[in-house]
């Protein structure tokens, strides 16, 4: 079991930044790749930006490219997320996951690979 604490979000204007602080416990944590997520009010999950277990590989949606950086602490079980430049349409609630990928050289896109979730953080960008 690896368990996922978020935390770091709050309400913002837009233009400003956040980071965002995903926790791990339960096992080691490099042999995860870590994704975060995002739900909105009346919307599907999705994806937002993920990492594999060394830290040189990423991806990101293409509303976030540029704006968002997704980074690890191995040695600290920490997964971040540094959001610049927000926009209202950020506004939702952000959820860190795992996905058991030791040595993987791929990240995952898709919510349904991902075994562990945390509980969320809720993120509100005002205009």
């Known amino acids: 079991q690896v368990q996922l604490v978020e935390s770091g979000g709050g309400l913002v204007q837009a233009g400003d930044s956040l980071r965002l602080f995903c926790a791990a416990s339960?096992?080691?944590?490099?042999?995860?790749?870590m994704g975060w997520f995002r739900q909105a009010p009346g919307k599907e999950r999705e994806f937002v930006a993920a990492?594999?277990?060394?830290?040189?590989?990423?991806d990101y949606a293409d509303s976030v490219k540029g704006r968002f950086t997704i980074s690890r602490d191995n040695a600290k079980s920490t997964v971040y997320l540094q959001m610049n430049n927000l926009k209202p349409e950020d506004t939702a609630v952000y959820s860190c996951?795992?996905?058991?990928?030791?040595?993987?050289?791929?990240?995952?896109?898709?919510?349904?690979?991902?075994?562990?979730w945390g509980q969320g953080t809720q993120v509100t960008v005002s205009s």
């Open positions: 996951a795992a996905l058991y990928a030791p040595l993987s050289a791929r990240v995952r896109n898709i919510a349904a690979a991902y075994d562990y």
């Open positions: 339960g096992r080691t944590f490099s042999y995860y790749t």
């Open positions: 990492i594999n277990w060394s830290g040189d590989i990423t």
